[in-house]
């Protein structure tokens, strides 16, 4: 956690799921219930990603 309840770091790279697809078409996966937009990525895909922008709510990240 960064202190401010996020379980994501920017810069950070972490394992994740892609487990559904956004409104816009980006992947969406999950750290501890928080949620992270890949663009270009399959539900059903597991891959590496790197956070690239963290928000209050949500972060997003790019395949490694």
């Given at each position: 956690m960064d202190?401010?309840?996020?379980?994501?770091?920017?810069?950070?790279?972490y394992e994740v799921t892609i487990d559904a697809k956004g409104a816009k078409g980006d992947g969406i996966a999950h750290v501890?219930?928080?949620?992270?937009?890949?663009?270009?990525?399959?539900?059903g895909e597991k891959i590496k990603v790197k956070i690239t922008m963290v928000k209050?709510?949500?972060?997003?990240?790019?395949?490694?």
């Open positions: 202190g401010i309840g996020r379980p994501v770091e920017e810069g950070r790279e501890e219930g928080f949620v992270i937009f890949i663009p270009n990525v399959d539900v209050r709510t949500f972060a997003i990240g790019e395949r490694v």
